[in-house]
């Protein structure tokens, strides 16, 4: 009769102690790399936002990329970005990239061609990031905002191919104020 009760109780204790190993590493796990997502609102305004002087006036479509290696959020499109840039560069849109200052990091391998810029005109009045910035042939800009709403981007919820689109059409664009709800990092005035 001792032998199954000591079995039983070895037993009993090894699962116990694989429960808490198990548990142990899953709090680990989504303490280190898992973040809640937060619906963070941000109101995008570009009346401020200039090209540098040597990229403004006629030209093709000029898109720039502003972030934060620090932020997060950036994850959420940086394969969307990607694919962007393998669909439309091949028709002439340029994409830029700017970093926030005093920050420090690298694009991913796969937006390295991006051209980066040091700085832009406006760009210390922009509220949140990842953000885009597109301006149209002739110079202006056309759209100015987040490149989607929520946690993740892709081309099913994007805003930018619509625009790109519409652009390569030659049709009029002018969407340089949103509101928009998603994964966003602040992008304070003087940074």
Known sequence: MRQPYRSALFASLLLILCVGVLWAAYDWFQGRYLRAFSEHTAVFSGDALRLPADLAGPGNIRLVHFWDPACPCNVGNQQH????IEHYAPQGVEFYALQKTG???QL???LRQMK???A???ADQIPAVPAVGIWDRTGKLAYFGPYSEGLTCNS????IEPI???LEDGRAVNATHTLAVGCYCSWPTGS
């Open 81 to 84: 970005l990607a694919e962007l």
């Open 164 to 166: 790109l689109q519409a």
């Open 120 to 122: 832009l005109p406006g």
């Open 156 to 159: 099913s919820n994007s805003f």
């Open 116 to 118: 980066i810029l040091t």
């Open 103 to 105: 920050s420090h990091g």
């Open 108 to 110: 991913p391998d796969n």
